[in-house]
Each structure stands twice: as structure tokens, then as C-alpha cells.
DNA sequence: ACCAGAAGTTAGGCAAGGCTAACTTTCTGC
DNA sequence: GCAGAAAGTTAGCCTTGCCTAACTTCTGGT
């Protein structure tokens, strides 16, 4: 009856003096940085709840818990902005989160708009050591399926040169780099068209008020709607 | 201003008329499942504690949750069983333990005393449509990489054959069949010793009162203590 | 300069899980 | 067969997150 004691399932990974925070945290943190985006404007409480799908009292709430915990500095009633800790924290998830896409779709064959949904949830939950693994197996990555930029392992990121298809002007154009992962639907209607990152793309029309956009994409043309626009970056011309 | 709405995270799974469950509920579901083992006797409420290494109080407060979510039944004083739902889940969770161990091994060349406390985390994370990948990656395996049996899709595990090593006289043997995965120094010993599943080991000899036991594996004799032995699985001859 | 509405925060609840301390039930040894 | 030990349960508290409802602060239009 007296056995070796099980092995507990306690503290487990963390050789780096690297504290460890909870996946709201880890949510919240990314949500802040994309927020944030280029501008160094702080980000409202309402804009969080609003990309986390919580209520405002509720996202008012985590924010104090994580400016006790150091990642945001918050003045109340005029936004949050993510402290180097909290920079780092969401930086550490973004690179989970496309290297997981990117294992899933060129190691598993998973279709380019169900990876999203899936490396959302595994980003939280792979150690250090399989982060590695999955990046060594792919040979240290720069872009996900989407074409985003990848953290490298000390969290650097390359910066954004890319700007909105929608704020091109007719005659406009360069390479189609990249579009939010998050919508499966415009994914699955890009891929459909054979609209996918690396293509060249130029704009040949534009109706007024919000109208479509009528774009080029090697040889073919394509109508497409402003909101559509919105979300897919094309490499900034200089 | 006015974007398309955000997909926001909300019920992302199932296709089947499957319940949801935490991952609390289903670490107590997958312990009660091995506690129970093939013998039928209801299992006790330390002994779910110990193995999950909470008090006995809040594992009581649990199984009372458990029971009334219908994943066990509950006799106070006198311990749980898992009902059949329970046990489905219980089969799940070790499916998807066992093809992340051997995903992890096989495909991303992560060693054998490592693949289990990353499994025991992500279990409860991957999506049926990334188990069926992963499963299909590795051509719908029947072992794990300790040689644990590896239910099937419909949830139907292989019974057990084996004996414990311990518990075997001088001169019996069969084939290695399986370690318990859950102590990386035993793991790590025994592939230093290059005694894996598959190996034909033999009793050579026993000393009396928990003392080493001789066994010859492919040619070679090690002297190996009662508790590790306790913990090797070895074909049942017939 | 003021006030209404928008944005943010506080208060009070709930559910999951965990803990300790105290109490009950069951089992065991004499 | 009964007392004390062992096992299990209850009570009361904590933390993380989320909710609604009510209150506060900020801001923009006249």
C-alpha cells in the first residue's frame, strides 16, 4: 500500500526566474497588444471587453488584477497600455499561437481557416520545450499560414509594413502579405478565389461610400467589400 | 467604425449530442477510470484524492458534483464508481493522452520521459477534429510509446492481459508489455538499462521481504526493486 | 459653462475548485 | 461489542472570472 509517492503534478516547467500567469491573463495581455497595434494610444476597457466578449465591469475587473500583477499600467477612466512585462507576455502567446497554426497546417493538413480556433485554445497550454520542438520542426518560421509575422524566440517582431487594402488609392498595389486570422469565412472565400498571401495585388477601381474594390490579383479580378478590404495588408510601396 | 462583428469564442465544438465537460471533471473521471482498474469495487475518496493530490475534502465536494452530473455514482461513505458516461469520458481523455505521447514522440522526436506531462495537459484541449488528425498521422495506433493500449475511436480499450512483474515467481516471464508513464526517473532508468516494451524478460530470481528482484532481459540481468516492479506490465502466459 | 450620454467603475452574485478545521461514519483490534 | 483510529463529509473561507444593476467620471454640443 505503501508505494513511491506518485509524482505530483506540480510545478512543472519555468527554468527562467519567469513568473507564470494564468490564461485570462494571457488573453487579456494579447487582446491589449492588438489593441494597441502601432499607435502608442492607451487601449479603452471597452474596446477589451468588446474583443474578449465580456462585459466592461467584467474586463474593468481583470485589468486591476493585472496592473497588481505588473502587465498593464492602468489610470482609471482613461485606458490601459501594456507594461514591458505585459508586451512580453503577449508577444510569448502570439508566437504559441502561429506556430501552432502553422504546425497544424503543414504537419497535420489542417484547412487554413480551422487553425485559428484550434492554436486559440493550445496556445496557453504547450511548454517552453514542445514551443521549441514545434519551431525546430519547422525550421524556425518567420510567417503563419496567414502570413503574420512570427516572434522570434527572444520575442522580437518584425514591424508592420504593410498597410489596409482598403486605404489604397486606385493604381495602388503590392504584394497581398497577410489577413486576419480570425474570421474562417473570409478565409474560406480568399482561399476560394485563390487569394492568398504572397500574391501580387493592385487596385484597379474603387466605388465611393464604403462600395467594393475592384482589385487584381494575378491576371483576375475580384469585386471585394470594404470590410473585407479592411482586414487584408498589402506590403507598404516606398 | 461599425466592423464586422468579431467572431467572438463563443461554442466553437461538437457536432454530437455531447455534454461539455471541465477539466476538472474529467482529471477525476480519467483517475477513478485507472483507480478502478479491472476489479469492480468502488473506488475511495483518498484515493482519488491522493492521486490528484488534493485533500480528501475537496475531492468529496467534487464526486458530489461529479454524481450529479451522472459521471459516477455515489454511495457517501462507501465510495464512487463511474457510470457508463463517466467512463466514456474517462476513455476520451486517455485516447487523447496517449496519441499526444506518441504524436509527440514519433513525429516531433520528444523523449519518452518527457511526452507525459506535456500530454496530461493538453488532453483536454485538442479539438476531435485534431485527435482524428493526429490519429490518422500515426495510422490509428493501438500503443502508446510505454505500451499502453490506445482506445479506440469508439472509445473500446483492449482488456488487459498482463501481470504486474511483481508479482511473478522465479522463472516465469513473458514480454515487456508496458510501464506506468507517470515517474520520468523510472522511464529514464529503464531506457538507460535498454529495458523497453517488447523485450522478453525473464524471473531469475527473487530475494524475500520487498527485496530485488533478478530478471534477464534480451541476455542481459538487472536487479530491480519491488516498487518499479510493481509498475512494469508483463504478458500473461496461458 | 453645462448637461446629457457614453465610457468606466463599484457592488453584489454565482460557479468551479481548492484549503483547513471540525464533525460523522465506518472499520478494526482487543 | 466497543473504543479509538481511519476514512469521509460538512462548514466556512479563498481565488479567478464572469454576470447585472447602479453609480461615477469624462466629453462634446449647444
Redesign the interface.
Known sequence: MT??P?????A?HKAHPERRHAEGAENYAKAIYQLQADDDEPVGTGAVA??L?VTPASASAMLKRLADDNLVEHSPYRGVRLTPEGEQLALEMIRHHRLIELF?AE????PWD?VH??A???E????E??EE??AT?LGQPARDPHGDPIPSRELDIEDDRTVALSDLEVGGGGVFERVSD???EMLRYLDSRGIRPGAAIEVRARDPFEGPIRVSVSGDEHALGT?LA?RMRVSAER
Open positions: 508505494a513511491a506518485e509524482s505530483v503534478p506540480d512543472a468588446d474583443r466578449g497544424l504537419v497535420l493538413g489542417m480551422r480556433e484550434e486559440e485554445v493550445l496557453h497550454h504547450i511548454s520545450e514542445l520542438l514545434i520542426k480570425r474570421d474562417p470590410p479592411r
